[in-house]
């Protein structure tokens, strides 16, 4: 295998100046390395004896976007490299982009259509054509529409290439679509911060972290998450001295570069988040000014945090009250320029939007939102769009509680796990079939077992992939996707960086087998049900060609160069002359105080409740990313499973000893339901609290399909037995999950 070029990332073992100093040495290698390959080859266009085109698109080996060079010979992708000219990412991109081609000729990829012969679970299937797979899915899907209501389906998608699918689904006439990005990952951020500034915060992440002096990081990890663009910016802003502050029960990649690493007591982190507030009130530290000018709601804000002192958090957090008060202060001198990191998986503890809103006050009170070394705004680009019927309306409405059960979810992004929940309750009504697009529902959605029992009771199941993860074995139908070098998807519009921009992804090679891409699927299927008049388009040029009109830029041009940047307007006082207000909420003010909330029976402003406890025996099972990882999408890519085959149980050196666990040694983890994991070794170190264990996400997949990742380490999802719901928008609270480290009998 050769190795893996791309860029360095953060290690605990790493010293600041070290991390900092490889940092700044990567271009410099790369474009040294550069050089070299071409004194000792052929001219530019050439590799070895072979002609190559580079090709312009966009990674998708996680959701970052990362602008990507495809080098192809004679059909083959050779070689992914950064794209210079991506206005984010800047010519970087890291192990995992570099590892695409490797998802491309992956041998277990799925490769032509299949139907179920055996019982659902068993993965028996027969080999169909396209055409027999798209006629057996029509004529379901008209069935189930005359006998149970275009509603009794959902849909599942995730990526930009389900957006095709998605408008097909929408006029087929079901409104039940869902993506784990907001119930299982960003939900409650998006809503808390939209109810304190009127604004959704998006991906990326607008966060001017190169301007900070002062990085507020609860439970982000920045350097094992290794989203390029924002490494790179935390990296910049520690080379300029910026400060950092990393509340986390873990060591964290992140906490080795901090000046202060604040081991909090799970679940406790909006009783440090009042404690901040009142330092910063009380003693003057808040941004008055700023809050005269653009905020509502101060006064009840300072007699609600009044009696929230640092001993008071103390006592709670089992952080030091001098602590608190010191960080407090630190924030309040860096003011206006410190970055309180939004985070993004935040489906915690069931009151998530609630410790959204605490993060969305505090950064209001440091005057930090619309400011330099802050949360800076979105600047709009214009988007063209094709007239279309209006979509069916259902007369029985959404069946996953969004705008009802849970009164602030996104009825565009859906809730997941309301889905499920109707399904096996037939509750508001029945769903009798499952259409799942690009996304894991067995790994991404907790309590896996209430998926299946769900599953079970389909009529029918559709899953669209690129590769035979475990949910295909419950399928009645699959379909082998195009990956993403092989295809066109819809472009990516980005309106949260410095300078927006709109970026391409187009096939570097055609598709491999008998994929197809996502495009294609959804228009022929459209012609199918007769639901043409939704794709008045014929090809994704014409497509792409449409949206990008109004932008007055080529389509040539955006092929040639991958993306586009246009002017932006980060600031508040860019945005100050605007006829809208920056400010969105309805008051047209920042809502210290939430009117909302209170109208819902909510608390109007944040207040911190108590999490249960892990029983004597047990700790509290956190998780989290690995820098060579995505998700549960990786580990059977060749190139990352050999960096990282399977994860290990985090364990503090004191429980180990208490426990008679040695470095190394191989466990299997025990939830209170008493589930199983499969056999994981104990990582022992200082680095975690000795109430918790720490598994790297993704691991544990029990599809047999996938040669290098079946059962290799542990599954924390399937150890998620019980969750806590968020009762205003529904997300998953995945940290209440409690186990027990048990020797393993089979070790050697």
Not at 665 to 688: A, C, F, H, M, Q
Request: proline residues 8%; charged residues 25%; glycine residues 8%.
């Amino acid at each position: 295998m050769p190795p893996l070029e791309g860029y360095p990332v953060m290690d605990n073992n790493v010293s600041r100046r070290q991390f900092l100093g490889t940092i700044a040495a990567a271009g410099a290698g790369t474009a040294a390395a550069a050089t070299v390959a071409n004194a000792q080859s052929h001219p530019p266009g050439w590799s070895g004896t072979q002609r190559v085109e580079k090709i312009a698109t966009t990674c998708e080996m996680c959701f970052w976007r990362c602008g990507v060079l495809a080098s192809v010979a004679d059909g083959k992708v050779i070689r992914l490299e950064g794209n210079p000219d991506h206005p984010l990412t800047k010519g970087r991109l890291c192990a995992r982009g570099n590892a695409g081609t490797r998802l491309l000729y992956d041998p277990d990829r799925l490769k032509y259509p299949l139907l179920r012969t055996g019982k659902r679970g068993d993965g028996q299937f027969k080999r169909i054509s396209w055409n027999e797979a798209l006629d057996f899915l029509t004529s379901k899907l008209k069935a189930l529409a005359a006998e149970h209501g275009p509603e009794s389906v959902a849909f599942f998608p995730h990526g930009l290439s389900a957006r095709f699918f998605s408008t097909l689904m929408k006029a087929y006439g079901t409104p039940n679509s869902a993506e784990p990005s907001f119930a299982q990952c960003r939900g409650p951020r998006e809503v808390g911060y939209t109810l304190t500034f009127g604004r959704e915060l998006g991906s990326p992440e607008p966060l001017d972290l190169e301007e900070s002096k002062l990085i507020v990081l609860i439970g982000s990890h920045l350097g094992e998450n290794v989203f390029t663009s924002q490494i790179t910016a935390f990296a910049t802003a520690l080379s300029r001295g910026a400060k950092v502050i990393a509340v986390d029960p873990r060591f964290s990649t992140a906490a080795s570069k901090a000046d202060w690493w604040l081991p909090i007591r799970p679940g406790t982190d909006i009783a440090l988040l009042l404690a901040w507030m009142h330092v910063l009130i009380g003693e003057d530290l808040c941004d008055k000014e700023y809050i005269a000018r653009y905020a509502q709601g101060f006064k009840e804000l300072e007699a609600h945090v009044r009696e929230f002192t640092p001993e008071w958090a103390a006592a709670i957090t089992e952080l030091p009250a001098a602590q608190i008060r010191e960080t407090a202060r630190a924030m309040g001198t860096a003011k206006p320029a410190v970055l309180v990191h939004p985070g993004r998986h935040v489906t915690w503890y069931g009151d998530d939007t609630q410790r959204a809103r605490a993060m969305a006050i505090l950064t209001a009170l440091l005057g930090s939102w619309g400011r330099k070394g802050g949360i800076f705004l979105p600047t709009p680009i214009p988007r063209g769009a094709f007239e279309l019927p209006d979509f069916p309306e259902s007369p029985r409405g959404r069946a996953d509680g969004a705008g009802t059960r849970f009164p602030l979810a996104s009825e565009e992004l859906g809730v997941t796990n309301g889905l499920v929940d109707a399904t096996v309750t037939a509750q508001p009504y029945p769903i009798k079939a499952w259409i799942v697009y690009g996304q894991n529902v067995l790994e991404s959605i907790p309590e896996p077992q209430k998926t299946r029992k769900a599953i079970e009771a389909l009529d029918l199941m559709v899953v669209v992939d690129v590769l035979p993860v475990e949910q295909i074995n419950y399928a009645d139908l699959v379909l082998p996707e195009a990956t993403y070098l092989e295809r066109y998807d819809s472009p990516s519009i980005v309106t949260t960086a410095k300078q927006p921009f709109v970026s391409v992804r187009q096939p570097a090679c055609e598709p491999l087998y008998e994929s197809k891409p996502g495009w294609w699927i959804a228009r022929e299927m459209a012609k199918r049900m007769g639901l043409e008049a939704w794709f008045p388009w014929h090809t994704p040029e014409e497509h792409l060609a449409q949206i990008i009109a109004p932008m007055e830029i080529s389509v040539e041009e955006l092929r040639n160069r991958g993306a586009l940047a246009f002017p932006g307007r980060p600031y508040l006082d860019d945005q100050a002359s605007d006829a809208e207000s920056p400010v969105r909420t309805g008051s047209g003010k920042i809502e210290l105080y939430s009117q909302e909330l209170k109208d819902l029976g909510a608390d109007p402003l944040p207040r911190y409740t108590p999490v249960e406890d892990p029983p004597t025996g047990y700790f509290r099972l956190i998780y989290g990313r690995s820098p060579v990882h995505s998700f549960a999408r990786t580990q059977n890519n060749e190139a990352l499973n050999a960096l990282m085959p399977d994860n290990e149980v985090w364990l503090s050196t004191r429980s180990a000893k208490d426990l008679g666990l040695r470095d190394g040694e191989r466990v299997t983890l025990e939830n209170t339901d008493g589930v199983k994991s499969l056999p994981v070794r104990v990582k022992v170190t200082e680095g975690i609290r000795r109430d918790c264990v720490y598994l790297v996400h993704g691991f544990g997949q029990g599809s047999k399909s996938l040669h290098l990742a079946f059962r290799r380490g542990a599954s924390d999802n399937a150890l998620m037995t019980h969750v806590k719901v968020d009762p205003l928008m529904g997300g998953t609270g995945m940290r209440g999950t409690f186990v027990r480290p048990v020797k393993d009998p089979t070790a050697h």
